[in-house]
């Protein structure tokens, strides 16, 4: 599997993005609608952001807080990437334990109040209005899936940078040579939305990404691997969600896996396919091919 590399101190956010006009203290202030004990009045306060912001990426932790063993707090994204890294707090320099203590009472004070969107399209919110929007922000600004390319777009333009500066082609099938990272495009309207997968016996990445390039459905196929027996791969929608049907058929025998797109910025795998699964099937030179059917959320059952 494609792993991450350590984050220091010195980075300024797990999104690599440029960095935003920095607020005036009156945006910068989360209010609380009350805070009080039972049979006392109930009181309003006004704290500053930088109260709850991660001392990593210092935007503002309205998802799970995580903190070491002393009690220094980050937000879950930054700690993904320092657990993949370092394992080490950027604050005191102690590592993480294997089970990580959440700071609930952190938490708790940041579900109460509400804060601007990180991306600057004007949205205030609650945490749990913010984390589904920062996901679709008109104004977020991506980076691009690449390594070592530096680019960063909005959703739209992100889609037109892969197709112009990394599309490679064409080829029989996405893996039929070792192009190195690029993306392999299929043309939603020829492929009628099937994309041929070919999975291998023996451990290894697959460097390209493959991308269906549909005004309907575009998609992108990230992070393949066979590894520990599975193959793993992440299914990526750029805007809206789509359903993809995985298969392989020979004869009478077939298999079928149904699953849901997710966003660009997730970490886990929406695929997760025993290779031994595929043992009765038909293979060539110790590869299967496999269809992955893309379809609108609108038009699946």
């Known amino acids: 599997m494609a792993t991450s590399l350590p984050l220091t101190c010195s980075h300024p956010s ?119 929007h920062h996901q679709a922000c008109a104004e977020r600004l991506w980076p691009c899936p690449i390594e070592d390319c530096k680019h960063h777009a909005h959703i739209d333009d992100l889609r037109r940078h892969l197709l112009e500066a990394h599309r490679w082609g064409p080829l029989d099938t996405p893996d039929s040579e070792d192009t190195g990272m690029s993306v392999f495009v299929f043309d939603g309207a020829s492929c009628n939305g099937v994309i041929p997968l070919n999975v291998a016996a023996e451990s290894g990445e697959y460097a390209n990404l493959i991308m269906l390039d549909d005004d309907d459905t575009p998609a992108l196929l990230q992070d393949r691997s066979v590894e520990d027996g599975h193959y793993w791969c992440k299914v990526c929608h750029f805007d809206k969600p789509f359903r993809f049907h995985l298969g392989i058929q020979s004869g009478n025998r077939s298999l079928h896996l149904v699953g849901l797109s997710q966003s660009l910025s997730e970490e886990e795998y929406n695929i997760k396919l025993a290779v031994s699964m595929l043992k009765d099937f038909p293979s060539t030179n110790g590869k299967w091919q496999l269809n992955m059917k893309i379809e609108p959320m609108e038009e699946s059952l």
């Open 14 to 132: 797990p999104y690599a993005e440029p960095p935003k006009k920095r607020m005036k203290h009156s945006e910068k202030c989360a209010t609380s609608p009350a805070f009080g004990t039972s049979g006392s009045s109930s009181r309003k306060f006004e704290i500053g952001i930088e109260e709850v912001e991660c001392p990593i990426c210092q935007e503002s932790m309205v998802g799970r807080v995580l903190q070491c063993p002393i009690g220094h707090s980050i937000c879950e994204d930054c700690f993904r990437h320092i657990h993949r890294g370092s394992n080490l707090c950027p604050c005191c320099k102690r590592s993480y334990p294997a089970e990580v203590t959440r700071n609930l009472i952190l938490e708790t004070i940041a579900s109460r109040l509400r804060f601007p969107c990180r991306f600057g399209c004007g949205l205030v919110g609650t945490p749990a209005e913010l984390r589904p």
